[in-house]
């Protein structure tokens, strides 16, 4: 081991080389990793706000208004079947443009595609641990509402006012999808 590694293959400190050097290399490159973090989830919710005003035009003025490349960017073409899990629940939290619950978010399954909910044995199970994947992504954060239970709602650019809306439902009773 005289070529500077220890006993498990990795390298140890030795005299022939700075380790200040290197220790300053590992600062820098921490802070650009911190920088490019930072920059992707500003990008991640800047494209959070374009596909909810496509989304918003296309259901105020119908899905002619957008071509076959949009339809597929804002995962609205399906190809004559039920999306996936997944893409569902990006679709009914974006359609929101509120917090919903994973009850919340069963209760749309239910009224739009019971089928795909059906496939899946506890729906709330499979809901929470989809929204929890949308967030380690950067597509949802998750908010508390005053009686402490979590929701989440899409990430995208908005006003402080929006962001920090954290009421489950929408005051009506009735929930909408």
């Known amino acids: ?3 500077g590694q220890n006993g498990k293959g990795t390298i140890r400190p030795s005299d022939s080389y700075d380790v200040g050097h290197v220790q300053e ?3 820098q490159v921490h802070g650009e990793l911190r920088g490019l973090m930072q920059q992707r989830a500003d990008v991640v919710k800047r494209i959070g706000t374009v596909k909810q005003t496509i989304t918003g035009l296309a259901n105020l003025f119908g899905e002619g208004v957008l071509n076959e490349e949009l339809m597929e960017l ?6 004559g079947r ?3 899990f997944t893409k569902a629940c990006r679709m009914i939290l974006m359609e929101a443009g509120r917090p919903m619950s994973a009850r919340d978010i069963c209760e749309c399954f239910q009224q739009k595609m019971p089928s795909l909910l059906a496939r899946h044995k506890d729906p709330m199970v499979s809901v929470t641990t989809v929204l929890n ?4 992504y950067g597509e949802a954060q998750a908010v ?3 009686n402490g239970r979590r929701a989440w709602l899409w990430a995208a650019e908005s006003s402080s006012s929006a962001r920090s809306e954290s009421a489950v439902g929408n005051g009506t009773g009735r929930l909408r999808c």
């Open 144 to 146: 508390f509402s005053g």
């Open 133 to 136: 994947r949308l967030v380690d």
């Open 25 to 27: 290399v590992i600062r």
């Open 82 to 84: 039920h999306p996936g």
């Open 74 to 79: 804002v995962d609205r073409k399906n190809g």
């Open 1 to 3: 081991m005289e070529n």
